[in-house]
T-cell receptor
Framework: SQQGEEDPQALSIQEGENATMNCSYKTSINNLQWYRQNSGRGLVHLILIRSNEREKHSGRLRVTLDTSKKSSSLLITASRAADTASYFCATDAGGWMDSSYKLIFGSGTRLLVRP | DVKVTQSSRYLVKRTGEKVFLECVQDMDHENMFWYRQDPGLGLRLIYFSYDVKMKEKGDIPEGYSVSREKKERFSLILESASTNQTSMYLC??????????????FGEGSRLTVL
């Protein structure tokens, strides 16, 4: 089963609006990351938030993490057509001593920003 | 900037053929990974390597093997390609210091079609 699950699966907004995507996970984590993927291309790292952090900003991106609810959200403010892409959260599921010492990706949210 | 280069963006092979997917990174990263990406299934880890000649199975290693003879190069091998291996293959690398769950740098992907 997947560690991270994004919600919604697809999101369509108008340029200039904010886009919010959510990620839920099942087990305790050390960090959570968000990646972006343009159609047919590789993934690009956006932001990493550690389990002891609650919020992090990078340009128009704002990520929050609620470890009590095992959830994270990615907010893109003032969206642009160029933000059209799929967005994935990725979590680690433990430490070196267990079998989950790797990133596990969700299925992603497809964001369409209409000009 | 870190560059991860995958040798082929698009390949078409026939069932039973041996397929080599090559990945080269230029930032002296210790860790390298091979994922496959399929619609609705997200990214699934096939194999990873944390040092030259070292390899570890991921979640779906069956039907695949890997080779890491040099630090910068990580090859994925399909010994006898099958139609269910039609997929997008993504190579990634990361620094050892970030463990296996730090920021990943991805290549552009190799879309393999097996007929």
């Amino acid at each position: 089963s997947q560690q991270g699950e994004e919600d919604p699966q697809a999101l369509s907004i108008q340029e200039g609006e904010n886009a919010t995507m959510n990620c839920s996970y099942k087990t305790s984590i050390n960090n959570l990351q968000w990646y972006r993927q343009n159609s047919g291309r590789g993934l690009v790292h956006l932001i990493l938030i550690r389990s002891n952090e609650r919020e992090k900003h990078s340009g128009r991106l704002r990520v929050t993490l609620d470890t009590s609810k095992k959830s994270s959200s990615l907010l893109i403010t003032a969206s642009r057509a160029a933000d059209t892409a799929s967005y994935f959260c990725a979590t680690d599921a433990g430490g070196w001593m267990d079998s989950s010492y790797k990133l596990i990706f969700g299925s992603g949210t497809r964001l369409l920003v209409r000009p | 900037d870190v560059k991860v280069t995958q040798s082929s963006r698009y390949l078409v092979k026939r069932t039973g053929e041996k397929v080599f997917l090559e990945c080269v990174q230029d930032m002296d990263h210790e860790n390298m990974f091979w994922y496959r990406q399929d619609p609705g299934l997200g990214l699934r880890l096939i194999y990873f390597s944390y040092d030259v000649k070292m390899k570890e199975k991921g979640d779906i290693p069956e039907g695949y093997s890997v080779s890491r003879e040099k630090k910068e190069r990580f090859s994925l091998i399909l010994e006898s390609a099958s139609t269910n291996q039609t997929s997008m293959y993504l190579c990634a690398s990361s620094l050892w210091g970030t463990s296996f769950t730090g920021e990943l740098f991805f290549g552009e992907g190799s879309r393999l079609t097996v007929l």
